[in-house]
């Protein structure tokens, strides 16, 4: 269930994702009459490296060259159009694993579990809670934006994959998008069909927990032990040991603002005694408060640097009741106000426009 790679503390890691997730777009811009020779030259993606759907490519070239993407064919839903075509064979042995599963829960807890056999940075996990499954992906690296393109082309991809191998009229019951609200958000609504909530604090699909259980298919045990054999070795080839703070900070991310996240059950999730993560944290250098804290503070520092955010925005994407409650917390944690912060920032664009 745990992954993220990327940077953390100052401890620089792997990011990378893998050449076979960048295949479909490169047909994607071909047949839309876009060479995508210049793109490739400007991201630093040899055309040669084309040829092995296995080599790896760092992830903020591959990122920036879907907004490049989105840019060249003059399509503001690059991103979630590709997506929507997807097969699972366009993702290699982790979309053979998808379809063969018996239910769309197990599915998604897979690629939840074995995301990292495609790309690094990235975290993504499966929440159930009060009847319904909730599916999240997102980049660890905060560095990497804009990722719009990234983010609506991963959600739009796993809804497909899901009515594909599932039921082809399935549709979510939301959909959540850490980026902001674009200009034109017809195109997504016809690609989910569903809610779509904008500026929240990851990427997230929600289905009916029920539909997300039923079972549509054995399951031939085997294959699946063969395919997840080859994806695990996949990911031993470029996946750092990850120690137990970068585990916690995972499971922060995946349950602040939709539950309490309490030092005990961080070590009911963990499967350890609450001595043992409080222990083995300290001996880290940090702990559980400290870790919310920075999440917190990171990400709300990332949404108000964003144009047009708005501080009751951000407080609600953190899970708080008000935008006073997350005014006073955030002025706790870095000794300005977010409309300081919002200040500076509209000087600054100010001052690069000029």
């Not at 590709?82 to 042995?93: E, F």
């Not at 070795?233 to 939709?258: M, N």
């Amino acid at each position: 269930m745990f992954q993220g790679d990327g940077q953390l503390n100052g401890r620089q890691s792997v990011t990378y994702i893998r050449v076979a997730a960048l295949t479909p777009f490169i047909e994607y811009l071909q047949n839309a009459g876009v060479s995508p020779i210049t793109l490739l030259e400007r991201h630093a993606i040899p055309s040669s490296q084309l040829a092995d759907p296995y080599a790896l490519i760092p992830l903020h070239h591959f990122v920036a060259f879907l907004e490049d993407g989105a840019a060249a064919t003059d399509d503001d839903a690059f991103g979630a159009k590709l997506g929507a075509h997807l097969k699972p064979a366009d993702i290699g042995p982790m979309g053979i694993l998808f379809s063969v599963s018996p239910t769309i829960n197990i599915a998604l807890q897979r690629i939840a579990r074995l995301a990292n056999s495609l790309q690094g940075a990235t975290n993504s996990g499966v929440v159930e809670e009060e009847g319904t499954l909730t599916w999240s992906y997102a980049l660890t690296d905060r560095s990497i934006w804009p990722r719009r393109q990234d983010a609506e082309y991963s959600m739009a991809a796993t809804c497909e994959l899901v009515r594909s191998c599932f039921r082809t009229n399935l549709n979510p019951l939301e959909v959540h998008f850490e980026h902001e609200r674009p200009a034109k958000i017809e195109p997504l609504k016809r690609i989910f069909r569903a809610p779509i909530l904008f500026s929240q604090s990851s990427n997230r699909l929600v289905y009916d927990a029920k539909e997300a259980d039923r079972v549509y298919r054995g399951e031939d045990k085997f294959l699946v032990a063969t395919l997840e054999r080859h994806i695990a070795d996949l990911i031993s080839e470029t996946k750092p040991e990850e120690g137990l703070s970068e585990k916690v900070r995972f499971l922060i991310q995946l349950y602040l603002g939709r539950r309490p996240v309490t030092t005990a059950f961080l070590a009911q999730e963990l499967k350890m005694s609450l001595r043992t993560l409080q222990r083995r944290l300290d001996d880290e250098g940090t702990s559980v408060r400290a870790l919310i804290r920075e999440h917190r503070s990171e990400l709300a520092t990332s949404l108000l640097e964003r144009p047009d955010s708005s501080a009751s925005n951000v407080a609600l994407a953190l899970g708080y009741a008000d935008g006073a409650a997350f005014s006073r917390a955030f002025k706790d944690w870095t000794g300005r106000s977010p409309r300081t912060l919002q200040t500076r920032r509209q000087r600054r664009r100010q001052e690069q426009e000029s």
